[in-house]
């Protein structure tokens, strides 16, 4: 979607908002799919709700961004223009055990940076691309860790009552893959109550959870993670390889043939490839086992 009115433009700039014209989210997705349209990267948080009313007041339809690793976006012309936090600079600051994190920092810097302070815990996160708000909405974890157990207070743009607000981290349900968040409330920033623990100590449980990960997920291929969450008490990677899905395909779209739960982009792959293939696969696995599979990558469709 183009802002055709030249006052939008105008008015944005004025609330710290950096447009940029035409931009192919294939390039801001880790799979490399997804159509076009006009990236707002917004400088300054107090702004928000004032950027949302005035794009609602010229029939703006909008999405937020995060880091586009467990996104697949529609091809085309997209309907909406994106909205993007632009990273402040230090993005990550320190006070005793508690890290002040802004939504847009990189969630792997994010660990390390607090592991070079003496701050754990996050080990397990370490491979998990994005940003530090995408992992907050969907509750990332990896390896027996879960973001939101470290959330002490999170500061959220909340698009039902258009405004700020600071929660405190037992006001949030974080579930697997799921927190109570409405779909278009925006994470901001929060606080991290992280443990105390030697940095060496760290790096260790870093080293183990990056070798797992290497023995058993595509590194370097274009993909968004899962695809699908884990039924409860089963694993939906293991059971679309029991069905000899890997290397299924359909146009650049392919079931990983080191992991079946991650799709990747194998060159040239659209998002309907990507949609075809993901229905094909759910609905072979829902005849084998009856099991219906939950997306786990969030669709922007248009
Ligand atoms: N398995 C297979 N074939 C496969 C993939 C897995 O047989 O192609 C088997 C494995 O051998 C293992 C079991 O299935 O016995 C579980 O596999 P794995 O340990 O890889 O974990 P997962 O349940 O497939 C989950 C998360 C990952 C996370 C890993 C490690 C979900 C949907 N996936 O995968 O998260 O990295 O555990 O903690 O919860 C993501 O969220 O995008 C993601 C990749």
Redesign the pocket.
């Known amino acids: 979607m183009r802002l055709s009115d030249a006052k939008i433009p105008q008015a944005l700039a004025a609330l710290g908002v950096e447009l940029q014209p035409g931009v192919a989210l294939s390039t801001l997705t880790s799979l490399g799919i997804g159509g076009t349209t006009d990236l707002l990267r917004i400088t300054r948080h107090d702004r928000i709700p004032a950027i949302l009313d005035l794009l609602d007041r010229h029939n703006v339809p909008h999405k937020f961004l995060g880091g586009g690793s ?1 996104l697949l976006v529609g091809d085309g012309e997209l309907p909406w223009v994106v909205l993007q936090l632009a990273k402040p600079d230090p993005d990550v600051v320190l006070d005793g055990n508690l890290a002040h994190v802004d939504a847009a920092a990189d969630l792997g810097r994010t660990v390390t940076f607090c592991a070079k302070h003496d701050l754990g815990g996050m080990e ?1 996160l370490i ?2 691309p994005g940003t530090v708000g995408g992992a907050l909405r ?1 509750n ?6 879960q973001i939101g157990s470290y959330v002490q207070e999170l500061k959220v743009y909340r698009a039902a009552q258009r405004k700020i607000e600071i929660l405190r981290g037992d006001q949030i349900s974080f579930e ?2 799921h927190t109570s968040f409405a779909p278009d409330d925006m994470m901001l920033a929060v606080t991290l109550n992280l443990p105390s623990k030697a940095y060496r100590e760290i790096i260790q449980g870093i080293r183990i ?1 990056n070798e ?2 290497r023995a ?2 595509p590194m370097g291929q274009k993909s ?7 039924p409860p008490g089963a ?4 059971m ?3 069905l000899g899905l ?1 290397g299924l395909g359909v146009g650049g779209a392919r079931v ?1 043939d ?5 799709f990747v982009n194998a060159g040239g792959a659209s998002a309907s490839d990507m949609l075809r293939l993901i229905a094909d696969v759910r609905s072979r696995v829902e005849k084998a086992y009856g099991v219906k599979l939950e997306n ?2 969030v669709v922007w469709s248009v």
Do not use: L, P, W
């Not at 990332?140 to 860790?145: D, L, P, V």
């Not at 968004?224 to 884990?230: D, E, M, S, T």
């Not at 694993?235 to 293991?238: I, K, L, M, N």
């Open positions: 467990n397990g491979g998990v969907m990332a974890g990896a390896y027996g860790t697997y893959r959870c797992k990960r058993s997920q968004a993670g899962c695809i699908f969450k884990n694993s939906a990677g293991r679309i390889d029991e890997k990983s080191r992991h079946a739960n991650f786990e990558v």
